[in-house]
């Protein structure tokens, strides 16, 4: 069965340190894994695109790693600000098929000051 | 201006009423997808049109139904809607390339009483 896996569920951090976000899925055939970030009561908003021969990519403070072999992929946020708290999502995407995607139930930060 | 648009942001509604969720987007895109969003759960498709003449089920069609009237525009419809249809819907679109992202509106939060 498909599925995409996040943890932890919820995570409060100070303001100014870092975190890991993890993600676990089970999709295949695999064609690539997106991080989004949603503020409350806003759309998500894609962090990055990973595909299959791509192991780490970056979006300012923000680097997702990911590992092909072991089905897992992170979300390491550097040097935290209020600005992210929101729930980030993991979402995996089929090679094939047009109903494609599968989303995690996504991991929701508090960066307290 | 935002890139999708969806209104209303917010509608309560009664048991048994039709209503129409609306969705405009400006990226010029083809792809365009309606989601379901309840809490401790992941992003869920309902429905899903690859352009003006393309109509798809998705995961959770059954209570709703679409209508693409224009390649910028794509409505959601509740016949007769009941309180388990309470849930923050989104509207998405995207490019059709496989890595291609999905620009999210800001969604619609209805409540069926």
């Known amino acids: 069965k498909n599925q995409v896996e996040q943890s932890p569920q919820s995570l409060i951090i100070l303001e100014g340190k870092n975190c890991t976000l993890q993600c676990n899925y089970t999709v295949s055939p695999f064609s690539n894994l997106r991080w989004y970030k949603q503020d409350t009561g806003r759309g998500p908003v894609s962090l990055t695109i990973?595909?299959?021969?791509?192991n780490t990519k970056s979006n300012g403070r923000y680097t997702a790693t990911l590992d092909a072999d072991t089905k897992q992929s992170s979300l390491h946020i550097t040097a935290s600000q209020l600005s992210d708290s929101a729930s980030y999502i993991c979402?995996?995407?089929?090679?094939?098929?047009?109903?494609?995607?599968?989303f995690g139930t996504g991991t929701r930060l508090t960066v307290i000051p | 201006d935002a890139d999708v648009t969806q209104t209303p942001r917010n509608r309560i509604t009664k048991t048994g009423k039709r209503i129409m969720l609306e969705c405009s987007q400006t990226k010029g895109h083809d792809r365009m997808y309606w989601y379901r969003q309840d809490p401790g759960l992941g992003l869920r498709l309902i429905y899903y049109s690859f352009d003006v003449k393309d109509i798809n089920k998705g995961e959770i069609s059954d209570g709703y139904s679409v209508s693409r009237q224009a390649q910028a525009k794509f409505s959601l419809s509740l016949e007769s809607a009941i309180p388990n249809q309470t849930a923050l819907y989104f509207c998405a679109t995207g490019g059709a390339g496989a890595n291609e992202k999905l620009f999210f509106g800001s969604g619609t939060q209805l409540s069926v009483l």
């Open positions: 990973m595909t299959f021969s791509e």
């Open positions: 979402v995996v995407s089929l090679q094939t098929g047009a109903n494609n995607l599968f």
